[in-house]
């Protein structure tokens, strides 16, 4: 069964932090990376961060390295995102998902800028920082 369910979402305040959730069914956590991607309103679906299942590799969006951390707990199969120093540009729908690098296009380094790399797609949770 394929599932991915996104949790942790809310407001707050600009500088603060927030940390988001995403458990995975079995079969979806045996894909090779997660990612997270967020949607602001009126803007297309943005890469923010990858983690390679096996192995732990993680990947950033320039504009949240340094802030944000990816990380997995595999007793768990569960991908976090630790979210700090927030600011109204993060607000959006954060979306996890599961993908596998199928072409070179879909490497670590790219794969954040190409959303076809992802089969499943969890159904998104909200976040918004308010100056």
């Known amino acids: 069964q394929v599932q991915l369910v996104e949790s942790g979402g809310g407001s707050v305040q600009a500088g603060g932090s927030l940390r988001l959730s995403c458990a995975a069914s079995?079969?979806?956590?045996?894909?090779?990376?997660m990612g997270w991607f967020r949607q602001a309103p009126g803007k297309g679906r943005e890469g923010v961060a990858l983690?390679?299942?096996?192995?732990?590799?993680?990947s950033y969006a320039d504009s949240v390295k340094g802030r944000f951390t990816i990380s997995q707990d595999n007793t768990k199969r569960t991908v976090y995102l630790q979210m700090n120093t927030l600011n109204a540009e993060d607000t959006g729908v954060y979306y996890c998902?599961?993908?596998?690098?199928?072409?070179?296009?879909?490497?670590?380094?790219?794969?954040?800028?190409?959303?076809?790399?992802?089969?499943?797609w969890g159904q998104g949770t909200q976040v918004t920082v308010s100056s």
């Open positions: 983690i390679y299942i096996s192995g732990g590799m993680t």
């Open positions: 998902a599961a993908g596998d690098p199928k072409t070179w296009l879909c490497r670590s380094d790219l794969a954040l800028k190409n959303p076809a790399c992802f089969d499943y």
């Open positions: 079995e079969y979806t956590y045996n894909s090779r990376y």
